[in-house]
Nanobody, 125 residues
């Protein structure tokens, strides 16, 4: 069973940066996806960023230009660098992985098989 292990959440002020990490051993094959999702209280889970096996990234409009997803295949890690953080970025962030996904649907939670436990990101005004 693949386990996804996230780390890197925390509390920052507006404009600050955080980097989230996710261990994704077993999800490097062609056609796989790894994504980051977030869910704030009272809101639906939303796709933030995803990376396809070809290393093509996908971003939600709300984070494009501020967040960067990347992967280190040798280390089986996927990262989410979050810059210029805003209070509306406050949420629980989840790493997710799919052994096969449709690239253009990489920000759709329904594409994903495995999920991490989540890491909290809090941005204060």
């Amino acid at each position: 069973q693949v386990r996804l292990v996230e780390s890197g959440g925390g509390s920052v002020q507006t404009g600050g940066s955080l980097r989230l990490s996710c261990g994704v051993a077993g999800y490097a094959s062609s056609g796989s996806c790894v994504g980051w999702f977030r869910q704030a209280p009272g809101n639906e889970r939303e796709g933030v960023a995803a990376i396809y096996s070809s290393n093509t990234p996908y971003y939600a409009d709300s984070v494009s230009g501020r967040f960067t997803i990347s992967r280190d295949i040798a280390e089986n890690m996927v990262y989410l660098q979050m810059n210029s953080l805003k209070p509306e970025d406050t949420a629980m962030y989840y790493c997710a992985a799919a052994s096969f996904c449709i690239a253009i649907q990489a920000l759709d939670a329904a594409e994903y098989d495995d999920w991490g436990q989540g890491t909290q990101v809090t941005v204060s005004p």
